[in-house]
């Protein structure tokens, strides 16, 4: 079992703009002044450049285009309603956005197929949005693949029933707390964990105080920190500019990258950033455009491969 992998799945934007029907409960998202053919213009730019870094270094990064016979506006972030598993297994998961159920599609399994790769089995969880119950992938669920642990915060968009059933069919530990982040003098849910939080191979980064239940908070950290990963605590502030959206994938000859945005990166401090590049090198995008209307960031854009090569 292994934390990172070298393949990414990543979907170039053809309709992205702000989506309103997610924007209800994602307090990241902000409107831009612009048309949205030119939102979308700058986003292709951002996720060209964004690929250009990563097959830069050596991470094979397989890019499908979005199909324009949907509105999808966020299919940008493949990783919400697929996962990929060593074992050959592929999960779907139930979304909040009826807008982005649409972003499934069969062709992207064919194309991985085409590229080599093995699908032995596919466990569909969608059918628990006719109950308006969601789980929105490894947004919703940060896995430890190694320690066989997966961290959950619960959200519209997180139910726990769905996570532990999740964890059940994956063999995986349930870590369950809820994440908040202050939104008009409000303590809201954050709606997906990989904002707040990521794991890499020897390190985790979290904002810890996210987790207001001071139980839960220790509960989460002792967990990380017997699994033998440095802490990086991050501030509510730093979370904002999606320095909890991190993502540790390999590249050329086994070298390890931590990837993320150009925002997240600046916000780091020296100390942090000593303290992460310890572990492996740091490489960042300008993602503005991206995180601005999407509300997510370079995390959310890699839908990790895992399956087994044929």
Sequence with gaps: MQQTTNTILMIRPVNFRKNEQTAVNNYFQEDLELKNSEINKKAQAEFDAFVDRLRAVGVNVIVEEDDKLNDTPDSIFPNNW?????????????????????????????????????????????????????????????????????????????????????????DYHPIVFTAYQTVDDQRLPIYHTNVMMCVGDTFAVICADSIDDKKERKHVLKHLKEDGKEIVAITEKQMHHFAGNMLQVSGADGKCYLVMSQAAHESLTPHQIEKLTAHCDIL???????????????????????LPKA
Excluded: Q, W
């Design 284 to 306: 960042s995008s300008n993602l503005e455009t991206i995180e601005t209307c999407g509300g997510g960031s370079a995390r959310c854009m890699m839908a990790e491969v895992f």
């Design 82 to 170: 697929v996962s990929f598993h060593e074992n050959g297994d592929l999960a779907l998961y139930p979304m909040f956005a009826e807008n982005r159920r649409k972003e499934r599609r069969e062709e992207l399994f064919t194309r991985l197929e085409a590229e080599g790769f093995e699908i032995e089995n596919i466990i569909d969880y969608t059918s628990a949005e006719e109950d308006h119950f969601f789980l929105e992938g490894t947004g919703s669920i940060v896995l430890d693949r190694v320690n066989g642990k997966a961290y959950c915060a619960l959200s519209a968009r997180a139910d726990e029933d769905l996570f532990i059933e999740f964890c059940e069919d994956f």
